[in-house]
């Protein structure tokens, strides 16, 4: 079976601090994995999936299969970044799965 | 525009009330999902759909019903709406035939069962 590990349910920053948001997950093949974000009254949308290995709005995100583990992380959080995010595994299924996201607050 | 629709987008209904939501795609997307999100909590999957025709249960026990007849269209009916079923349900939809597809959501639909 799958799973997606978000420890975090809420995460409290400074503007300007870095931001390290957790994700491990549990799968026994070569998973596909995914970062999405809600933004405050808007629909939940991709942020960034490992296959890309890119930058996105200064968050990226490393597949470490060792520790089994996709922490999404910004070196220097804006207060636009305030946001829930959810680590989404797709697996041999195609049946995705949802960590239960975190919440993102950046203070000014 | 390409895009993924949901209605309505609000919906307070009373106890017994046989309701429909609906979900369009027309990005020409295979596989559709149904999830369950209470508000800052995990998405639960209630049902997919690889295909016209395919459809399944998710991992949510749930005493709601989907047909897929059209490509683009897969409505979600809940026969006898209860209060335990008031929560957010959102669409969804992927491309492409391998699993690093990314999931396209609808706003959502917000339903209350008084």
């Known amino acids: 079976a799958q799973r997606v590990t978000q420890p975090e349910k809420l995460l409290s920053v400074f503007k300007g601090a870095p931001v390290e948001l957790k994700c491990n997950y549990s799968?026994?093949?070569?998973?596909?994995l995914f970062w999405y974000v809600q933004y405050s009254r808007q629909r939940l949308q991709l942020l960034l999936r490992?296959?890309s290995r890119e930058s996105i709005k200064g968050f990226t995100a490393d597949l470490n299969k060792g520790e089994t583990s996709f922490h999404l992380k910004k070196p220097f959080a804006q207060e636009e970044d305030s946001a829930m995010y959810y680590c989404?595994?797709?697996?041999?299924?195609?049946?995705?799965?949802f960590g239960r996201g975190t919440s993102l607050i950046v203070h000014p | 525009e390409a895009d993924i629709y949901q209605t309505p987008r609000y919906l307070v209904i009373g106890t017994g009330k046989k309701i429909t939501l609906e979900c369009s795609q027309t990005m020409g997307h295979d596989k559709m999902y149904w999830y369950q999100q209470d508000p800052g909590m995990e998405l639960h999957l209630i049902h997919y759909s690889y295909g016209v025709n395919s459809t399944e249960k998710g991992d949510l026990s749930s005493e709601s019903t989907v047909s897929r007849i059209r490509t683009e269209h897969f409505p979600l009916t809940l026969e006898s709406a209860r209060p335990s079923h008031t929560s957010q349900y959102l669409c969804?939809?992927?491309?492409?035939?391998?699993?690093?597809?990314?999931?396209?959501f609808g706003n959502g639909t917000r339903l209350t069962v008084t």
């Open positions: 799968y026994s093949g070569s998973p596909e």
């Open positions: 490992h296959i």
């Open positions: 969804a939809s992927s491309e492409g035939q391998g699993i690093n597809s990314p999931l396209h």
């Open positions: 989404a595994l797709h697996g041999g299924s195609y049946i995705p799965t």
